[in-house]
């Protein structure tokens, strides 16, 4: 190995650290995402930048970790609380405080598939944190909203709630909050119908397979 590489390769970690990077142990996934968005080390100014397989892999690697993060956080929150995971409480905040849904519109606001969100109201119901009434302008359809303990349950979480907020968003500025709400959006105006639709065809030509 050339002396040249390993002080390249020095020069890298030292930029990586002065940019906030710890180094104390090798974080790969932080380190090759820092590589890929360091564009004055990949490539030239005048190029364009990394693009493709490799970029978004990473991009929705650490999607999937941001969500995996605030499930863990959200355990400690609703631990010894009638609330049993975050889709209860995607329930709880669309119902809150006298909404009445059907169940279809409620499992679709709550970005939940038709068979695992139909599990999670029956339980719901079942706990007393929701009840059922008939639909005004259907008789053969049924409404479900909250109950007195539905809205306890939700009223007893809201400072956790709040704390799990500002833990998740980290030592974000208000600028860089701006920023990735505004990214969040844009993805989720795309996705959302998608989701909904669930149309097999689209999603094979989406997803290759």
Known sequence: MSLDFIRKLLDLVQDYESGGGKTDEF??????????????????KEENPPAGAPLNGLIAM?????????????????????????????????????????KTDVIRQCIMEKSSGNEVLKRMLKQGLLQEHVHPDDKRAKLIGLTDAGR???????????????????????????????????????HKPVFEAADEEELERLLGR
């Open 62 to 102: 650490y999607l999937s970790f941001m969500a995996r993060y605030a499930q863990f956080y959200g355990r400690r929150v609703f631990r010894n609380t009638d609330i049993y995971s975050e889709d209860d409480w995607g329930v709880l905040i669309t119902l809150y405080p006298d909404i009445q849904l059907k």
């Open 27 to 44: 974080d790969r996934e932080d380190f090759i995402s820092w590589l890929m968005t360091n564009h004055s080390r990949l490539v030239k």
């Open 152 to 190: 306890a349950a939700f009223e007893s979480v809201q400072n956790g709630v709040a704390k799990l907020s500002d833990t998740v968003v980290a030592d974000l500025t208000d600028a860089e909050k701006t920023n990735l709400l505004q990214i969040l959006n844009k993805l989720n105006r795309y």
